[in-house]
C-alpha cells in the first residue's frame, strides 16, 4: 500500500511536469525540423518529418541575410557586455560586503531596488546620452548599457557568495602584509568562481537573446545583433515566404544558448543555490 501510495503521489506531480515539458519541447522540434524543409514541404507537410535534410535554408540566412555579421556583432557584444559587467561587479560587490563605511547599507539597498524598476523607463534617457556620446548605432555602446543593465543582479548574487567566505582568510593575508586590491584579486575572486560562473553565463543569456533595447540603440543593418537580424527576416518572410529560412536563423539563434546552458547547467543551480544561503 505504501508503494501504491508513493507511486501515486509522485505521479502527481510528474504528469503535470511531463506534460508542461511537452507542451514547451514540441514547437522548438518543429522549428528544428522546419529549418532542413523546403517551403513546399512546409506547406505540405508542417507537421511531419522533412523528406531530406537540406542546409540550404541555413546557408540562405548565412550568406544572404547576413546572419554571420549579426552572429559576429552578437558574440562581441554579448562578450564584451558580460565582461564589464564581472569588472565592474566584483569589486563593488567586494566593497559592499566586505568594507564598512558611511552610507555602505544604502548603497547596497539601492543598487538591489534598481532590480525592480523596470528597463524600459530608462531607454528615453539613455538615447540621448547615448546620441551625446556618439555611441549611437554602436555595438560598443550597446554593450556598455547591457553591462549597466544587469548590474543590480550581479553585485545582489556576488555579494551572496562573498557573504560565504571566512574573514580570517581575508585577516590572515592582511597580517601577511597584502593589501586589499590583493586580497580581492587573489582571495576572493577565486574563492567565488561559482558565483562567478553563474552571474556570467545568466548575463550572457540575457545579451545575447536581448531585443528591444537593441532595436532602439542600433540603426544600421551592418550592426544589427542577431535578434534584430531574425526580425528582419521575419517581416521579409511576409513577403517572400522564406519560411524555412526564418526556422534555420531561429535555429543558429536558440542552439548556442542550449549548448551553453547544458553544459554549465550544474554550476548555474550549484550558484543559485549557494548565492541564497548567506552567511
Known sequence: MKRKGGFFSRSIVRIPLIIWSLAVLYPIVWMILGAFKSNAEIYSNPWGMPESFNFGNFVDAWTNYNIDISVFNSLIVTGLGALLTLAMAIPTSYALER??????????????????????????????????????????????????SQLPFSIFVLTSFMATIPKSLE????????????????????????????????????FWNEYFMALIF?????????????DYISNETQYTNAWGTLFASLVIAIVPVIILYAIFQRRIVKGMTEGAIKG
Do not use: C, H
Open 99 to 148: 568594507m564598512r563605511f558611511r552610507g555602505n547599507r544604502l548603497l547596497f539597498t539601492l543598487y538591489i531596488s534598481a532590480m525592480m524598476i523596470p528597463m524600459v523607463l530608462g531607454w528615453i534617457p539613455l538615447f540621448f546620452l547615448l546620441m551625446q556620446l556618439n555611441l549611437l548605432d554602436n555595438i560598443f555602446g550597446l554593450a556598455i548599457v547591457y553591462a549597466v
Open 171 to 206: 585577516e590572515a593575508a592582511s597580517i601577511d602584509g597584502m593589501s586589499p586590491y590583493g586580497i580581492l584579486w587573489k582571495i576572493i575572486t577565486p574563492l567565488s568562481t561559482t558565483g562567478i560562473i553563474t552571474v556570467t553565463i545568466m548575463n550572457m543569456i540575457q
Open 218 to 230: 542600433l540603426q544600421s543593418e551592418e550592426n544589427y545583433t542577431l535578434a534584430l537580424a531574425i
